[in-house]
């Protein structure tokens, strides 16, 4: 999963940054209303944290231009308390609003949410035949045993199983694996693909050549 | 209720309409009675002038006359007392005309006539209230009376509905002539001598109204009608005055009342306006249909005063917005980066560079606290300033030797001209300002700009001006840059860790000491602020001794 953060406070951003590094998200980072505006319309996001009061382009503004090209998932993050900017924020588009001072773990949750809604996904644990996904804890599960997966494989397993019944092209998981900051390479996909098949079993990820992957159940 | 505007105005009003209705119609029922009664006399002072004349046709010479009243013109009063009388000599005067015979005076009758007429007489003189003379000698010529009256006069004293009566009088009280339904009028001697002035008298007696003519020879002419029927009128006439004085009192009262309301409901519509005007609703004002009128001005004043109240509470709502904003933002740093930190065991450094954060972000706090808390004192209007009296230029200098590390980090060329100028004031805060806007100026500034501090005094005022050749203000922005968290590059000034204060600041600082501060900009330029503070009593009085 891969998320932009759009924020002019350095250090807030740096913490937001690492924080969704750390539970496991792909993260790019925008210091000002113009970057973050090019880079949601350049990239495909699975959400974006965004701030109200931004240098160059407010947040209203980045909000209003990105919808009409995109339905990216925004969650606003501001200071900006007053009932009035809130409705203002959800009316130009915003999908959550998060009031600073924030708790991390309520902003992972509202991200967590926001990703699994765009998704189609209405609740937090996906089971495909007896393979169980739980995307609070980041954990899978077959026939009740804890399956060890690395981040990367669980993200994999995760974009796919959020998209099952549909094909995932390889250029769709680079964009939502890996931030702008990784230069992995095209195989690098495929060993984490057969690294999870040796783990949940062969028929799990079905291969379409030359298309992309997608989980069928 | 009583003690409304609305109640008062109409009461008054009242009190006002009834008390000038009242003196007009009492003036104009007196007007009209004095017109009545001026017509009336008029019209018996024309028939007395035409009845004297007759007088004095009668007896030309102004002779008293030893003629008694014939017993076919009785008076009215006295008729029982006349027919005794007549019926003592009627047959005298019915067989010789009196006016016929001088010789044979109504009182020389046969003996027993006479003593009765003497009894009469005296019995006249003792009930009657006037003196009547004594006989008059038998050689008085007696002047016959015929066309005693024009015809058409004769009209207007006969018969039971006669309008006028009269009554003539010799000078000695003895009634020569009178109309037959003349009432009996104590004879009223206006006799001043011979050849005096005719004189004119006017008299009300009863319902009658009288005038009395005495001629230059004494006799008197006593015109006189009933006013009974003008009094009716007269008095009709004060019931309707009355009803007509009630019935605009009656309307006064109501339109007033309608005119109060129709007055006193634009200010209950501007009451009821200015009420619902709150914190929550401050766009609403009041109609200005009718500016020209007074409360058309009112109105006008208020809603200017709710244009500059709603600017006001925007402001405070956006400096709380902002404030809030700022505050929350380091502390959102704090809390987060405690939270990620914790979250599980981390390596020395990422402790490290953690609490370096979280010190950041506190001390960014701090300082924005400290310049909010000295915003307001200057607001609540306790600057809190140790006043002395100090050299601008060593001030100056002070700040300039303070930037100039970082000046020099920055690669800008930082150049002082500063005459000793004496000026009162708060070193301290007055330092502040100047390191302010030479902070402003290299921070803002490109590298290898330059910035020129100058201390100088221009038309009795000690200038600091701190100018810069760097990008410049646009002229949309300048107006702004006074204004609280407002900033002109927000990335740049949240890097350079500003808290969007310094200006707002610097200007309260100027403003307590009675100074001023203005910006100067040009785009691609350079931006020149110039503070202007009054220049200290004594380097005034120096300058007028040189």
Redesign the interface.
């Known amino acids: 999963m891969r998320i932009l953060v759009v924020e002019?406070?350095?250090?807030?951003l740096?913490?937001?940054a690492?924080?969704l590094r750390?539970a496991g998200y792909a993260v790019d980072a925008a210091?000002?209303g113009e970057d973050g505006l090019f880079k949601a319309k350049t990239w495909e996001y699975d959400a974006i944290v965004l701030d109200l009061?931004?240098?160059?382009l407010d947040g209203w503004s980045v909000l209003q231009r990105l919808r009409t090209v995109k339905r990216t998932p925004v969650l606003i993050l501001?200071?900006?308390?007053?009932v009035s900017?809130r409705v203002r924020g959800l009316n130009s588009g915003a999908d959550d609003y998060l009031?600073?001072?924030?708790?991390?773990?309520e902003l992972l949750a509202r991200i967590r949410a926001l990703i699994r809604r765009s998704a189609g996904q209405a609740v937090a644990v996906i089971e495909i035949g007896d393979v169980c996904i739980d995307t609070v804890a980041k954990t899978v599960t077959r026939n009740e045993d804890l399956v060890p997966l690395t981040p990367t494989e669980y993200a994999l397993v995760e974009l796919l199983a959020m998209h099952r019944q549909k094909l995932v092209s390889r250029t769709t998981i680079y964009d939502h694996l890996f931030d702008e900051g990784d230069d992995s390479l095209s195989n690098l996909v495929d060993v984490h693909v057969s690294n999870i098949r040796k783990k949940l079993g062969r028929e799990f990820v079905t291969t379409r050549r030359g298309q992309g992957y997608m989980i069928q159940g | 209720m009583i003690r409304s505007l609305r109640w008062r105005i109409q009461a008054w009003h009242a009190v006002v309409l009834t008390a000038v209705l009242s003196i007009f119609g009492v003036v104009v029922y007196h007007l009209q009675w004095q017109t009545r009664l001026h017509q009336i006399d008029a019209e018996l002072n024309r028939t007395a002038e035409v009845l004297t004349s007759r007088v004095r046709r009668l007896f030309p010479k102004g002779q008293v006359s030893n003629w008694r009243p014939p017993m076919e013109l009785p008076g009215v009063v006295e008729r029982e007392w006349l027919q005794n009388l007549t019926s003592a000599n009627l047959s005298k005067t019915e067989n010789e005309p009196t006016p016929q015979s001088p010789q044979q005076p109504v009182v020389s009758a046969d003996e027993d006539e006479r003593s009765l007429s003497e009894e009469f007489r005296v019995q006249r003189i003792g009930q009657w209230p006037f003196p009547y003379a004594e006989p008059r000698d038998e050689t008085t010529p007696f002047l016959a009376d015929e066309q005693w009256l024009p015809e058409d006069f004769t009209a207007l004293f006969e018969g039971e509905e006669a309008p006028l009566h009269y009554t003539v009088w010799d000078r000695d009280g003895v009634i020569l002539r009178k109309s037959y339904f003349a009432p009996l009028v104590p004879f009223k001697n206006l006799f001043k001598g011979w050849n005096s002035m005719p004189v004119q008298e006017v008299q009300s007696r009863g319902g009658l109204r009288e005038v009395i003519h005495c001629t230059s020879f004494g006799h008197h002419v006593l015109v006189g009608r009933s006013i009974q029927e003008d009094v009716a009128a007269q008095h009709s006439f004060g019931w309707l005055l009355a009803a007509c004085g009630w019935a605009v009192l009656t309307l006064g009262v109501v339109g007033g009342g309608w005119l109060s309301g129709r007055t006193l409901r634009s200010i209950t519509a501007m009451s009821v306006i200015a009420k619902s005007i709150s914190g929550e609703n401050l766009s609403q004002r009041i109609d200005l249909a009718e500016t020209d009128s007074e409360l058309g001005q009112l109105a006008l004043v208020l809603n200017q005063t709710f244009d500059r109240l709603q600017l006001a509470f925007q402001q405070q709502l956006r400096f709380t917005?902002d404030a809030?904003?700022?505050?929350?933002?380091?502390?959102?740093?704090?809390?987060?980066?405690t939270?990620?930190t914790l979250?599980?065991p981390r390596l020395t450094d990422e402790y490290r560079a953690a609490l370096e954060?979280c010190q950041?972000?506190g001390r960014r706090m701090r300082s924005l606290i400290d310049s909010l808390l000295l915003l307001a004192r200057f607001d609540a209007g306790h600057p809190d300033l140790q006043h002395s009296s100090l050299d601008l230029a060593e001030v100056a200098n002070e700040s300039v030797e303070l930037l100039r590390s970082l000046a020099a980090e920055r690669q800008i060329t930082l150049r002082s001209v500063a005459t000793p100028l004496s000026v009162v004031g708060d070193r301290d805060r007055l330092g502040q300002v100047v390191t302010n806007l030479l902070a402003n100026a290299i921070r803002y500034n490109q590298v290898g700009g330059r910035v020129d501090v100058r201390v100088e005094r221009v038309n009795g005022d000690a200038i600091v001006s701190v100018s810069d050749n760097g990008i410049g203000i646009s002229a949309e922005e300048l107006p702004h840059i006074f204004e609280r968290f407002y900033r002109v590059?927000?990335?740049?000034t949240?890097?350079e860790g500003g808290t969007g204060l310094g200006l707002a600041i610097c200007q309260s600082v100027v403003e307590a000491h009675g100074g001023q501060i203005i910006a100067r900009s040009e785009p691609q330029q350079g931006t020149t602020l110039e503070v202007r503070l009054p220049l200290s009593p004594e380097t005034g009085k120096d300058v007028q001794n040189l």
């Open positions: 002019d406070e350095p250090d807030l740096q913490v937001v690492t924080t750390e210091a000002d009061n931004l240098p160059k501001t200071a900006r308390d007053t900017d009031v600073k001072p924030f708790a991390l773990s | 917005a809030s904003h700022e505050l929350r933002t380091p502390l959102a740093v704090i809390v987060s980066q939270e990620l979250a599980k954060t950041r972000a590059d927000k990335a740049r949240r890097a």
